[in-house]
């Protein structure tokens, strides 16, 4: 049914780059809002990055900790999403996940208003 997979995560040196890719199956994917969060451990899970719902015009938003150096992007024909990391930071190292959400009504920076997630992918950026 229902599945969000994702891959590319691994070592990566401070300031190096890594993309995230998650792929999703078992829902209407151009109509969810995707977004990636990040738990490192012994902490909260964080909001990451979202892109909007829609085919043809998207909207994108970020946290501020990954403003300028992180670029969220979907493929709706390949009912994927994309996470671009660049100027990467030993403080990004955390456990990153895909999530989808049909109408986010608690706002897409909530873990709660997610419909979908997936089993997380594991980033270290360190020397």
């Known amino acids: 049914q229902v599945q969000l997979v994702e891959s590319g995560g691994g070592l990566a040196q401070p300031g190096g780059s890594l993309r995230l890719s998650c792929a999703a199956s078992g829902f209407t994917f151009s109509s969810y809002y995707m977004s990636w969060f990040r738990q490192a451990p012994g902490k909260e899970r964080e909001f990451v990055a979202t892109?909007?719902?829609?085919?043809?015009?998207?909207?994108?938003y970020y946290s501020d900790p990954v403003k300028g150096r992180f670029t969220i992007s979907r493929d709706n024909a390949k009912n994927t999403v994309y996470l671009q990391m660049n100027s990467l930071k030993p403080e990004d190292t955390a456990v990153y996940y895909c999530a989808a959400a049909l109408s986010p009504w608690r706002g897409v920076r909530s873990s709660n208003a997610y419909d979908y997630w997936g089993q997380g992918t594991q980033v270290t950026v360190s020397s």
């Open positions: 892109v909007t719902s829609g085919g043809s015009n998207t909207y994108t």
